[in-house]
Nanobody, 123 residues
Framework: QVQLVESGGGLVQAGGSLRLSCADS????????MAWFRQPPGKEREFVAA????????SYADSVKGRFTISRDNAKNMVYLQMNSLKPEDTAVYYC????????????????WGQGTQVTVSS
């Protein structure tokens, strides 16, 4: 069973950095591709980044490429999202998600979700 809990959100000024963490309390973390999605106020959930089971393959939305980095530590059952050069348009609730096959970019492809963590970037 996969149980995801995000942390690390908060309020930051434009240009600043935050590191989001997602912990999985289950025993099969290494069998899941992981991703981060976000949902800005009044908008639909959108893909941010994804990482393969081993961590060898990553994918990013164009809007965050070069600023955000996804990583994972299978020994600790953790996935991270390092966010640099934050912009006000990055303001959203950020969700961690898992699926049991290769990485995907659509929310509907992911079976397991965390509760979300709020990121607010002030101008």
């Amino acid at each position: 069973q996969v149980q995801l809990v995000e942390s690390g959100g908060g309020l930051v000024q434009a240009g600043g950095s935050l590191r989001l963490s997602c912990a999985d309390s289950g025993r099969t973390f290494g069998r899941y591709a992981m991703a981060w999605f976000r949902q800005p106020p009044g908008k639909e959930r959108e893909f941010v980044a994804a990482i393969s089971l081993s961590g060898g393959v990553t994918s990013y939305a164009d809007s965050v490429k070069g600023r955000f980095t996804i990583s994972r530590d299978n020994a600790k059952n953790m996935v991270y999202l390092q966010m640099n050069s934050l912009k006000p348009e990055d303001t959203a609730v950020y969700y961690c998600a898992a699926r049991s096959t290769r990485i995907g970019v659509r929310a509907g492809e992911y079976a397991y979700w965390g509760q979300g963590t709020q990121v607010t970037v002030s101008s």
